[in-house]
C-alpha cells in the first residue's frame, strides 16, 4: 500500500456500508454521498456542502438512482441483513423508541 499512497495517484471508485440497528445504508464516490436511513434517502455533495446539510437527492434525481441502485448491487453480495447482529441499545437509554419493525434486526 506504501508505493500507492506514495505516488499520489487516486484511483475513482465507490464506497458502501451499512448499520443495521437502525437500518442505514450509505454509499461515497468523488465528491457524492449517498445516505438512507430507514424509508428517508439523502444525497449530498461534500465539495460544495461539507456539513451535509443540503439533501440534493430531488434535484439531483438522476444521480440518487445511480447510487441507490449501485448500492443494492453492492449488498446483493454481502451477508444478508437478517443474519447479522445489529448494534442494539437498552430502550431505556433511547430518546425514541427502538425501530424493531420490517428492515432491523433489534428484537
Known amino acids: 500500500m506504501l508505493p500507492l499512497l506514495a505516488s499520489g495517484e487516486t484511483t475513482d471508485r465507490t464506497l458502501f456500508w451499512r448499520f443495521q440497528g ?24 461534500l465539495v460544495v456542502d461539507p ?11 438522476d ?9 443494492d448491487e453492492w449488498s446483493s453480495g454481502m451477508i444478508a441483513n437478517d443474519d447479522l447482529a445489529g448494534l442494539c441499545f437498552d430502550t431505556a437509554d433511547m430518546a425514541e423508541p427502538l425501530d424493531t419493525g420490517p428492515g432491523s434486526n433489534c428484537k
Open 22 to 45: 437502525q437500518r442505514q445504508r450509505a454509499a461515497r464516490q468523488a465528491n457524492w454521498k449517498y445516505y438512507r436511513l430507514g424509508d428517508h434517502e439523502f444525497l449530498y455533495d
Open 51 to 61: 456539513h451535509e446539510r443540503a439533501n440534493r437527492a430531488l434535484a439531483e434525481a
Open 63 to 71: 444521480v440518487l438512482a445511480r447510487f441507490s441502485q449501485a448500492w
